[in-house]
């Protein structure tokens, strides 16, 4: 019934951008704050941006900050991720996420409400 469902993922060379979106069904979207994590190869999943419900307040984590930017669009149930500068290490499935507590979601515990199915990025050298 619930679906976060992500989409823009493709492959980039290093230096180039790509803008991932998440829309979100079956859910009142706007009562959410929302989270993008990623998952590289071999490797956990990891938080990297949150926004509060009404886009007031984010939280980036160190290495991607000045490069990525996180934000919503309650009108459209969507929350976005623009990725500017990347880099190999850029590589991953990143996963949309959606939890009532804002709070939650910046401690980046995985431990969160709803996910997306995932969407791959893949950054070449």
């Known amino acids: 019934q619930v679906q976060l469902v992500e989409s823009g993922g493709g492959l980039e060379q290093s230096g180039g951008s790509l803008r991932l979106s998440c829309t979100a069904s079956?859910?009142?979207?706007?009562?959410?704050?929302m989270a993008w994590f990623r998952q590289a190869p071999g490797k956990e999943r990891e938080f990297v941006t949150a926004?509060?419900?009404?886009?007031?307040?984010?939280y980036y984590v160190d290495s991607i900050k000045g490069r990525f930017a996180i934000s919503r669009d309650n009108a459209k149930n969507t929350v976005y991720l623009q990725m500017n500068s990347l880099k190999p290490e850029d590589t991953a499935v990143y996963y949309c996420?959606?939890?009532?507590?804002?709070?939650?979601?910046?401690?980046?515990?995985?431990?969160?409400?709803?996910w997306g199915q995932g969407t791959q990025v893949t950054v070449s050298s």
């Open positions: 996420a959606a939890d009532r507590s804002y709070g939650t979601l910046i401690s980046t515990t995985t431990r969160v409400l709803y």
């Open positions: 926004i509060s419900r009404n886009g007031g307040n984010t």
């Open positions: 079956g859910l009142t979207f706007s009562t959410y704050a």
